[in-house]
């Protein structure tokens, strides 16, 4: 299965589980799944997190990054003129101007999360991977776009 497959089955999961204890009568309970969620959101190495809060006066339950260092990218220059040619095929896809990175986050396994400056929206994210090639140079993996809240 594919990783981006695994992380739409991961965050379908959690999101049930989320809604279902919202669902429940007591906030005691939703909070107690909220933070089990968000332990396991971290240890399947998500860079997100799940967290309620009040947008135009309702409670709302909504994706946020997790709190990461920030770090330069381990790709070299061709590696990196590389990754923006694949995040700006996504984002002009997505009817989105070419990318701007507005910040890149590490991840304690090394994979980075590239933050994108989107005025006129909240957070997207993409996750990249870095590998060795067999054949020489680096095997990238781009995992996104992701959107999240930014307060």
């Not at 089955?9 to 107690?32: D, R």
Request: with cysteine.
């Amino acid at each position: 299965m594919s990783s981006a497959k695994r992380s739409a089955i991961f965050v379908a999961l959690i999101a049930g589980g989320i809604l279902a204890a919202c669902a429940g009568t007591g906030t005691t309970n939703g909070g107690a799944n909220l933070e089990a969620s968000n332990r396991l959101a971290a240890a399947e190495g998500s860079p997100f997190r799940w967290r309620s809060v009040r947008i135009n006066g309702a409670e709302r339950l909504t994706v946020v990054l997790a709190d990461l260092p920030s770090g330069p990218t381990r790709a070299d220059a061709p590696t990196r003129r590389n990754i923006l040619l694949l995040i700006g095929d996504t984002e002009a896809t997505a009817g989105r101007p070419p990318p701007q990175i507005a910040d890149i986050k590490i991840l304690p396994d090394r994979r980075e999360v590239w933050l994108l400056a989107a005025p006129g929206h909240n957070g997207i994210a993409y996750i990249i991977a870095l590998k060795p090639s067999p054949q020489g140079g680096t095997d990238i993996e781009v995992s996104g776009s992701r959107g999240y809240y930014k307060d």
